[in-house]
């Protein structure tokens, strides 16, 4: 028998990669941003308000804002497990289930969204990859908040001026597990002024020069602040660079923040 043919590959790539690919990659983040920075639900029961920053040209952390039903409303953050390119195709399945569930008949409660999500990562995505996601649910006709938590840092919930509660993980993350829709998450009275901080965990870990941690204490400090700035995207912006000098955070960070104005 002949000598089997190698089916080696050798990838060359242009010689001026620079050039031809860049300009792609920061085209493919003014997308996401795009996907991202959708016009806020107009309900005077609800308000919120985000910050993002890529570590890279294209990001795999991505939030929403959006009402799965007239009482239903969803704030999401999301932190798929990749880097770049891979983490960005990733996150973008996320954008696309959002604008497509409004064509469809959803039943309007949270796991069935919960299980939605989880089914589109598991049919999507290769075995190892998986996306931590918080997920905030104000139901407005059962006059609840329900929180689900997906392998992502704790939700805090500002319930009076001193007042907070953490809800930490129940569970892993999207797509790991076959269906989660069935578990309960955390649930307490929908009541004016409260709050929800959700963050990713790029936030926490983003670095100093002299390569300390920003830290979950630090962290809910500037939480417990964000709500009394006018400018939520300049306030965040500055305390990473205050924190992070010169030296760039080398992950994605996501910051959201939502406030019930109304029952």
Same mark, same amino acid.
């Given at each position: 028998m002949g000598k089997k043919p190698s089916r080696t590959v050798k990838i060359v790539p242009p010689a001026d990669f620079e050039g031809k690919i860049r300009p792609e990659l920061i085209r493919g983040g003014a997308i996401q941003?795009?996907?991202?920075? +959708?016009?806020? /639900? &107009? &309900?005077? #029961?609800i308000s919120a308000r985000f910050y993002n920053r890529m570590a890279n040209e294209l990001g795999g952390d991505f939030y929403r804002l959006q009402f799965i039903k007239e009482d239903l409303c969803l704030?999401?953050?999301? &932190?798929v497990a990749g880097k770049n390119i891979s983490a960005?195709?990733?996150?973008? @399945?996320?954008? %696309?289930?959002? !604008?497509?569930?409004?064509?469809?008949?959803? *039943?309007?409660?949270?796991?069935?969204?919960?299980?939605?999500?989880? %089914?589109? $990562?598991?049919?999507?995505?290769? @075995? !190892?990859?998986?996306?931590? %996601?918080?997920?905030?649910?104000? &139901?407005?006709?059962?006059? +609840?908040? !329900?929180?689900h938590?997906?392998?992502? =840092?704790?939700?805090? $919930?500002?319930?009076?001026?001193?007042?907070?509660?953490?809800? /930490?993980?129940?569970? =892993?993350p999207?797509?790991? @597990? !076959?269906? =989660?829709? %069935?578990?309960?998450?955390? $649930?307490?009275?929908?009541? *004016?002024?409260? #709050?929800?901080?959700?963050?990713?965990d790029?936030?926490?870990?983003? *670095?100093? /020069? +002299?390569?300390?941690?920003?830290?979950?204490? +630090?962290?809910?400090?500037l939480l417990k602040a964000l709500h009394r700035e006018a400018d939520f995207d300049a306030a965040i912006a500055a305390e990473i660079r205050r924190w992070c000098g010169k030296v760039a955070p080398r992950d994605d960070i996501t910051v959201g923040e939502i406030c019930v104005t109304g029952t």
């Open positions: 941003r795009h996907a991202m920075a +959708r016009d806020a /639900p &107009d &309900d005077r #029961r704030a999401g953050c999301f &932190d960005a195709l990733v996150a973008s @399945e996320l954008a %696309a289930f959002f !604008e497509t569930v409004k064509f469809f008949k959803v *039943k309007a409660r949270a796991g069935a969204v919960n299980s939605g999500l989880n %089914a589109l $990562v598991r049919a999507l995505c290769p @075995e !190892e990859i998986f996306v931590a %996601a918080a997920l905030v649910y104000a &139901d407005f006709k059962n006059q +609840r908040l !329900e929180i938590n997906f392998g992502f =840092p704790p939700v805090y $919930v500002f319930t009076g001026t001193d007042s907070l509660l953490a809800v /930490p993980a129940s569970y =892993p999207l797509g790991i @597990e !076959e269906n =989660p829709g %069935a578990k309960k998450g955390f $649930v307490m009275p929908l009541k *004016k002024k409260l #709050r929800a901080a959700l963050f990713s790029g936030l926490i870990d983003m *670095k100093n /020069p +002299r390569g300390v941690s920003y830290g979950m204490d +630090r962290c809910l400090g």
